[in-house]
């Protein structure tokens, strides 16, 4: 005879809660699954996932098509309502996976003013704020690397 307890109700709800999210999925073609995955994402993940396009001049120069947003990089908006303005990041949002412009805002029915919260993907980085030494170094990294395969190459 099969009990149905406390403890096999927690025990099916402890396996569904760990298989919320897979680190050996790779990818599919499936938009469904996409969207699962972004949205099941860790938090330690979600930062590597918010990324944008580099200008054509920055891809020149580092070698890199995308680089993580951070707040002061400088960027234009490729689609949308406020598409071919620029403006600075002010804010990124993990967690929500949106990224806020200065002087990007709409007006609300009451009368008052709140930032438009954009897609990474929706933008491209014009400027980067490179203060901080570890960023510097990544794009440095991968520009070495880059020129090191060109000289190898015949």
């Not at 200008?55 to 993580?68: H, I």
């Not at 980085?125 to 490179?130: F, M």
């Not at 520009?143 to 090191?148: D, L, S, V, W, Y």
Request: glycine share 6%; hydrophobic share 30%; net charge positive.
């Amino acid at each position: 005879m099969a009990v149905c307890g406390k403890n096999s109700i927690r025990s099916s709800l402890k396996n569904k809660m760990k298989n919320r999210f897979s680190t050996h999925w790779k990818s599919s073609r499936r938009p469904g699954k996409q969207r699962k995955y972004l949205a099941n994402a860790p938090a330690h993940l979600r930062g590597r996932l918010m990324n944008a396009n580099l200008s054509k001049e920055l891809r020149k120069k580092y070698g890199k098509r995308s680089f993580s947003l951070r707040k002061g990089d400088t960027v234009l908006i490729m689609s949308g309502k406020f598409r071919k303005k620029t403006g600075k990041v002010s804010v990124v949002d993990a967690k929500k996976m949106k990224v806020e412009i200065e002087g990007m805002q709409i007006k609300k029915h009451d009368g008052s003013k709140v930032n438009v919260k954009f897609n990474p993907s929706f933008l491209q980085i014009k400027e980067l704020n490179l203060d901080d030494k570890k960023r510097n170094e990544k794009l440095t990294r991968k520009n070495k690397t880059a020129e090191g395969e060109n000289k190898n190459a015949p």
